[in-house]
């Protein structure tokens, strides 16, 4: 850790929180009001939601800011894990007695919907003391920080990384401590790093290094990072407002990694169709997306990889594709749009522009 760049934001904070203690009591007070209402949970009592104090508790959450219709979201959640597996998990990832590694790792293997930015919240109020929020920010502040190693793929965020980022988080609440900051939790960090460091990591972040990409090393890093990409280009359909799913037999032999729908009143739906391609062989990409042109509704298919193998998929795809309809999209771009596209929608939704019961 870079301990000049560390003490200079020190400085500037409790400077900042001098000269303005109104700001710093309101955003303190906020996030003192989130831990007391996360804390009043046990584990008897999170077994024991309804689904409508699900809807609660989930909502309250800063990750869910980027959804207008938090409902739909945990819906979904439902849905897609079981309402009973799903809270008997959440149980055992806060208040179970093995190691957090463990804990976050199995979690994250089982329960689909929920990543690490809203788990490590979920840590974050259930025991401030031990664990940090483990997001895109606090990479970023790390990054700045010239803190090294850090994830920027979800594969990469493992229980054993996040047992290293919650021990740094913990030399951050050292150097806070012996500036004068009192009862300093890792909750305290996480305002330290939102508020002072933030805001400096896109001035002084090198975009290459904010950007650097990560070369899967294995073919279990491979397909870690092509479910990604797949969730993210799902997770970007919805956010645009389309039916956005993964996994869909589009047409007979062909099931493709995501499509996005639009429903054209009664008249029909528009489909966009994506395969993602992270390793290996081609052929399989091609003739999945040669079979969906054959969908009348389908208006584009898009082959999404990183740049090297865009072009060899150009150019094998030549006279098997339709050129009209085959769009390309380079797989660091799906990442970067899904980010900004996040960053927008909390900002929006922070403005409360439509009732949550709308």
């Known amino acids: 850790m870079n301990e000049a760049k560390l003490q200079s934001a020190i400085t500037a904070f409790f400077k900042g929180k001098k000269s ?23 584990k008897d009592r999170l077994l024991a939601m309804t689904e409508d104090e699900f809807l609660e508790y989930i909502s309250k959450l800063w990750s869910m800011l980027i959804w207008g219709n938090k409902k739909y979201v945990v819906d979904k959640l439902i849905a897609d894990n079981g309402f009973v597996a799903l809270k008997k998990q959440l149980a055992e990832l806060l208040y179970g007695t093995s190691s957090i590694e463990k804990r976050w790792d199995t979690f994250l293997k089982f329960v689909k919907g929920l990543g690490p930015a809203t788990i490590s919240e979920l840590l974050i109020y259930a025991d401030p003391d031990k664990y940090i929020i483990f997001n895109k920010t606090t990479i970023l502040c790390y990054t700045y920080l010239d803190i090294p190693n850090m994830p920027k793929y979800n594969y990469q965020y493992t229980g054993k990384k996040y ?70 280009l799902v997770a970007i359909g919805e956010l645009l407002g389309f039916e956005s799913r993964s996994e869909v037999k589009i047409t007979t032999g062909a099931v493709v990694d995501a499509v996005w729908e639009a429903k054209i009143g009664n008249m029909g739906k528009a489909i966009y169709v994506f395969e993602v391609q992270s390793k290996g062989s081609i052929d399989s990409l091609i003739l999945n997306l040669k079979k969906a042109q054959s969908n009348a509704a389908v208006q584009a298919v898009v082959a999404v990889a990183d740049e090297e193998q865009l072009a060899k998929i150009i150019r094998e795809s030549s006279g098997v594709i339709d050129e009209k309809s085959l769009r390309t999209w380079d797989s660091d771009d799906v990442l970067a749009v899904y980010d900004s596209l996040v960053r927008a929608h909390e900002s929006v939704n922070k403005l409360a522009l439509v009732p949550e019961s709308f």
């Open 20 to 42: 303005d203690a109104a700001y710093y009591e309101n955003n303190w007070a906020e996030r003192k009001e989130r831990k007391d209402y996360y804390q009043s949970f046990t």
């Open 163 to 232: 047992i290293e980022v919650c021990m740094i988080a913990k030399d951050i609440a050292t150097a806070l401590k012996a500036s004068g900051a009192e009862d300093c939790d890792l909750l305290s960090v996480d305002y330290f790093l939102w508020d002072e460091i933030l805001p400096l990591v896109e001035k002084k972040v090198p975009a290459e290094q904010q950007a650097a990409t990560v070369t899967p090393k294995t073919a279990s890093d491979s397909k870690s990072l092509h479910d990604e990409i797949k969730e993210k």
